[in-house]
């Protein structure tokens, strides 16, 4: 059965909690409040590396620091928790302006300063891995991206127990309806290519690829393979589908 659009019962300026359609009766989401920063920061680093936390990183307040901070602590009012029996097990950060937004690379070398991450043992090989690569591969994702066309971007991340209940879908409705309410022409993402659960939830949200996979400075794959970055975008300009229809595809 085709589970229930989660438009029909959460808007982004709700302001009571909503579940998250029949097949999450206990999944609600709501706007993020100052009190789910430590949960967000959590999940953030528990989630980091394609569900899992970074083994690459295992660093979790510099961690957080570079792929939450600016969202809770600059932009929070683009920013939506899925919370199960009381607890929230994942959010959505967003960005309207993508301009806004502290450029990773800069995120990390302040973090790196601000922890001594060059030299804790678990970090530094990422780290000294991620110079190298920075500075041989031509290709590599280097500059955030930005195009008018898609000046939002976002991050979804749940625990593994609130995954495949709608939270997903649920947290993106509300995240582009609220793009549409502010005029955002497009919003965009970059996630791993090798994520491909994500990339085929991303697609079935009605994004799609941009460009060619780029490596990313630094990841590696438990084989020793480079990880790369996919560019998706989704356009908001399009008349709004049907009830039901939301995602169905992008051209
Ligand atoms: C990716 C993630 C956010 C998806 O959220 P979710 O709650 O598990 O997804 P939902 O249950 O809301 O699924 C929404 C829709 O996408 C579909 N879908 C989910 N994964 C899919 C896949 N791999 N391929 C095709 N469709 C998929 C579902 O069938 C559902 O379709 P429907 O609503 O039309 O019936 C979540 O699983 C997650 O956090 N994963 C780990 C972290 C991660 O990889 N984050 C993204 C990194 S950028």
């Known amino acids: 059965m085709r589970r229930r ?19 999450a009766t206990a999944l609600r989401i709501r706007p993020y409040r100052p009190g789910d920063r430590a949960a967000v920061r959590r ?17 979790e307040a510099s ?16 920013l939506f928790v899925a919370e199960l029996r009381g607890r929230v097990v994942g959010y ?18 302040r973090a790196a300063l601000r922890h001594g991450l060059p030299l804790r043992r678990g970090t530094a090989g990422f780290l000294a891995r991620a110079l190298a690569d920075f500075l041989r591969t031509p290709d590599a994702a280097r500059d955030p991206f930005r195009n008018p066309r898609w000046p939002s971007h ?17 947290l993106m409705e509300a995240w582009l309806a609220r793009l549409r309410e502010l005029g955002s022409p497009g919003c965009h993402l970059g996630t791993l290519f090798e994520n491909h659960r ?4 991303f697609e079935r949200m009605g ?15 438990p084989d020793g393979s480079r990880h790369h970055e ?13 009830p039901g229809e939301e995602g169905g595809g992008d051209p």
Not at 43 to 59: A, K, N, R
């Open 92 to 109: 959505l950060t967003g960005c309207v302006d993508s301009r806004h937004a502290t450029p990773v690379a800069r995120a990390m070398l």
């Open 230 to 242: 996919q560019i998706l975008v989704r356009d908001l300009r399009e008349a709004p589908q049907a």
């Open 198 to 201: 994500a990339i085929g939830f």
């Open 154 to 170: 976002l991050h979804i991340n749940l625990l593994p127990e609130a995954r495949g209940l709608g939270g997903g879908r649920a």
């Open 43 to 59: 999940i953030c680093f528990e989630t980091g590396y394609m569900g899992s936390p970074p083994p690459y990183w295992p660093h």
């Open 207 to 221: 994004f799609r690829r941009l460009g060619p996979p780029r490596p990313v400075p630094g990841l590696r794959a």
């Open 5 to 23: 659009p989660a438009t029909d019962f959460h808007t982004a300026g709700q302001a009571d909690p909503a579940p998250a359609g029949p097949h």
């Open 63 to 78: 961690f957080a620091d570079v792929f939450a901070g600016y969202y809770t602590d600059r932009e929070p009012e683009s």
